[in-house]
């Protein structure tokens, strides 16, 4: 009713069949999974008299997939949303300074999370697979772990190919990011066209990085980020020159095969090895898979 004030511990923790709350304006606190594992829970808002969003307060809600948190409220819990696999995009009001550690663990579906504020990020908050991250308050040295960073990386490529106004910081630092990064971020790149769309603007792209990408892109069916990358080559390139490329490409892949002998980028693929003292190679591990080994010479 609209009296209530407090929702306390596991009040409703466990019924499963719960499909709908409306939680009045004049709650502030709502406590220690006080919604957790009520799978038929579809959707809530959390009014902005709450200071903070208890522990766990809606963990292994599976079937929530929208969760609306109002301006006011200040900290989200450990682990409150954990579990949530129906989840697939979060807005993080500015007056949030606090989210607790593994607040979105396994949520397996999320793709995208909006912070309007700078909030203290706790360990493993986010999940790091397949996410995007829109922070345009943060610099990539305000994100701890790789994982965060290539998900804000991605986020301000939606805001980039978007054609959104963006902070000149924050579109200065992503783009020293993604040029710092590129070799990591490629295979990301080719996966998230946004960013492979900000990397060829950007003239991040070497030439001689072409061929491999388009290869990379072709044996895993990537047609939009070909076709991409197709129509960047043959504007970058002059007539003749992607023809020596491909024609250098092919005599060092047959005088490979023929002699043994490896570039710098194959070597690295099939060998673990090390130089020693006297200038040498010494060969330390085989990383490839062919039964019949050539050393290089």
Request: net charge negative; charged share 25%.
């Amino acid at each position: 009713s609209e009296n209530v004030t407090s929702i306390g511990k596991w009040a409703f923790s466990g019924c499963k069949s719960l499909a709908n709350v409306t939680i009045p304006a004049r709650v502030t606190n709502i406590d220690w999974c006080a919604f957790a594992c009520c799978a038929g829970l579809t959707q809530v808002t959390i009014p902005e008299r709450v200071t903070k969003i208890g522990n766990r307060v809606f963990s292994r809600c599976t079937g929530l997939t929208q969760i609306t948190i109002s301006e006011g409220i200040a900290e989200i819990g450990r682990r409150t949303f954990e579990g949530c696999t129906g989840l697939t995009q979060v807005t993080i009001p500015e007056s949030v300074t606090n989210i607790g550690d593994s607040a979105f663990e396994g949520c397996t579906a999320l793709r995208e999370i909006i912070l309007l504020g700078k909030p203290e990020i706790g360990k493993e908050a986010f999940p790091d697979s397949e996410l995007t991250i829109v922070a345009e308050q943060f610099l990539m040295s305000d994100f701890s772990i790789p994982a965060y960073k290539q998900a804000a990386a991605k986020g301000f490529a939606l805001r980039y190919t978007a054609g959104a106004e963006l902070p000149e910081e924050y579109r200065a630092d992503c783009l020293k990011y993604i040029k710092s990064q590129k070799k990591k971020l490629y295979p990301i790149a080719l996966e998230f066209t946004p960013l492979l769309h900000v990397m060829l603007v950007e003239k991040m792209v070497p030439k001689g990085s072409f061929m491999e990408l388009m290869d990379q892109a072709s044996a895993h069916g990537n047609a939009e980020a070909f076709a991409m990358l197709l129509d960047y080559q043959n504007k970058q390139f002059e007539q003749g020159e992607l023809k020596k490329l491909v024609e250098r490409k092919m005599q060092q892949e047959m005088e490979s095969l023929i002699t043994g002998v490896l570039t710098a980028t194959e070597a690295k693929k099939e060998w673990k090895y090390e130089k020693n003292l006297k200038g040498g190679i010494c060969l330390l591990d085989y990383k490839g898979s062919e039964t019949d080994v050539v050393v290089p010479t």
